[in-house]
């Protein structure tokens, strides 16, 4: 499986970035699309992530201001971001998880910048 993450950049506090994510390869039917986030000295962590079959989950940090969605006909995911904050600042990396009975395979896309200035 392979990721290709675009839409990251620079941009002004309380503006928007739309993040994509095109994914190609052995896709199960069964999977997870997300996106998580890693800021300099700190942890990689969970922004959003919607299943095969529509569930949603957002960190608190992001909740009513991120939408994430996908385009099943195209194996793609996006992230909507809005009321964008300065601590939004990280490497934001896409992820696609196979499921069969359990996880059967863990992918990640390159990462792709978001600074958010103040």
């Known amino acids: 499986v392979q990721l290709q993450a675009s839409g990251g950049g620079l941009v002004q506090a309380g503006g928007s970035l739309r993040l994509s994510c095109a994914a190609s390869?052995?896709?199960?039917?069964?999977?997870?699309m997300g996106w998580y986030r890693q800021a300099p000295g700190k942890q990689r962590e969970l922004v959003a992530i919607?299943?095969?079959?529509?569930?949603?989950n957002y960190a608190d940090s992001v909740k009513g201001r991120f939408t994430i969605s996908r385009d099943n006909a195209k194996n793609t995911v996006y992230l909507q971001m809005s009321s964008l904050k300065p601590e939004d600042t990280a490497v934001y990396y896409c992820?696609?998880?196979?499921?069969?009975?359990?996880?059967?395979?863990?992918?990640w896309g390159q990462g792709t910048q978001v600074t958010v200035y103040s």
């Open positions: 919607i299943t095969s079959g529509g569930r949603i």
């Open positions: 992820n696609l998880a196979n499921y069969g009975l359990h996880l059967r395979g863990d992918y």
């Open positions: 390869g052995s896709i199960f039917s069964i999977n997870s």
